[in-house]
């Protein structure tokens, strides 16, 4: 089956920048998305990005696709102590199968 | 807007007790519904999934099941847990862009 695959952990300074890696192997991914979750809570989403595309911003957040490596990326600017959580990657091909989800990467934020 | 419910948030259970958990969703219609099982704050294990009144695919074959007995309902029930039925379990319903919103989340504990 298709398969999502990050590195689990991270540790950053605060304010310095995280960028969190994430690879997937379903070629004809139409969606791919990041999901926060903080202790204790659901899953939030952060930000998604369509297939067709090479970068998306939002605020501190920035997601680059590379389609053809099949690599994903989340880079948070200025990074908080706030900011610490597990982040997971996901990808959908459309239809009614459900999200492929990578195992998390636990960001922790040194103050 | 949509928002996702789920209870009871923490449950403390003894072996071979039977289970029930609810998940409603309000302001959507006809969504597809998920439940997610996670261990140890870590990486998520689809359970089942449907995408109408009736109709649930599942996942992983154990002793739990999944019934769809309204439009925006699903309910997550065991006869008789296990020690292994422990973890996060969180429900999600599945936006326009294929993207999933997770509920709050039920913390299990089978003694």
């Known amino acids: 089956g298709e398969d999502v695959e990050q590195s689990l952990f991270l540790s950053v300074r605060e304010g310095d920048s995280s960028v969190i890696n994430c690879t997937y192997t379903?070629?004809?991914?139409?969606?791919l998305y990041w999901y926060k979750q903080e202790p204790g809570a659901g899953l939030q989403l952060l930000t998604y990005i369509f297939s067709n595309m090479d970068m998306k911003q939002d605020q501190r957040l920035t997601v680059l696709l590379n389609k053809k490596d099949k690599h994903l990326s989340l880079r948070i600017a200025d990074t908080q102590t706030g900011d610490s959580a597990i982040y997971f990657c996901?990808?959908?091909?459309?239809?009614?199968?459900?999200?492929?989800f990578g195992k998390g990467t636990r960001l922790s934020v040194i103050a | 807007s949509q928002t996702i419910h789920q209870w009871p948030a923490t449950l403390v259970q003894p072996v071979g007790s039977p289970l029930s958990l609810e998940c409603t969703v309000e302001?959507?219609?006809?969504?597809?519904l998920y439940w997610y099982r996670q261990a140890a704050g870590r990486g998520l294990q689809l359970l089942f999934y449907?995408?109408?009144?009736?109709?649930i695919s599942s996942e992983v074959p154990q002793n739990l099941s999944a019934s769809r007995p309204q439009d925006r309902q699903f309910i997550l029930s065991s006869k008789k847990l296990l020690l292994s039925d422990s973890g996060f379990y969180l429900c999600?319903?599945?936006?326009?862009?294929?993207?999933?919103?997770f509920g709050p989340g039920t913390r299990l504990t089978v003694l």
């Open positions: 379903d070629s004809s991914s139409t969606y």
């Open positions: 302001g959507t219609s006809n969504p597809n």
């Open positions: 999600a319903w599945r936006g326009l862009r294929n993207e999933q919103f």
């Open positions: 996901a990808e959908s091909n459309s239809g009614n199968t459900p999200l492929v």
């Open positions: 449907s995408v109408g009144i009736g109709q």
